[in-house]
């Protein structure tokens, strides 16, 4: 079984920084892409930074210049670095990965997308 595991949600400042990490454990084959969503109440989910086996980034327009994501491939984790942080940050943080492993009926190894319990994020003075 696959499962992931995050940490370093809390209440910050407006203008302060938060350093939120994930990490992968169980039956992995190989780790893909990893990456970061969240929801605020009443709203969709949405995608803040994805970050592929390689190395490549893609962050939301509304985090472009404040966040970094950034992965141990050693330890099977993925962190997000959030600095500047807004009010309109506030929401339910998820961590999520594409996982290549071998589930029960497969024939061959499968590609599985995982997510986190998420951790919540609020920006208020």
């Known amino acids: 079984q696959v499962q992931l595991v995050e940490s370093g949600g809390g209440l910050v400042q407006p203008g302060g920084s938060l350093r939120l990490s994930c990490a992968a454990s169980?039956?992995?084959?190989?780790?893909?892409?990893m990456g970061w969503y969240r929801q605020a109440p009443g709203k969709q989910r949405e995608l803040v930074a994805r970050i592929t086996g390689g190395g490549s980034t893609n962050y939301a327009d509304f985090v472009k210049g404040r966040f970094t994501i950034s992965r141990d491939n050693a330890k099977n984790t993925v962190h997000l670095q959030m600095n500047n942080l807004k009010p309109t940050d506030t929401a339910v943080y998820y961590c999520n990965a594409n996982i290549l492993r071998l589930a029960p009926g497969d024939a061959i190894h499968t590609e599985y997308d995982y997510w986190g319990q998420g951790t919540q994020v609020t920006v208020s003075s």
């Open positions: 169980g039956d992995i084959f190989k780790l893909n892409a």
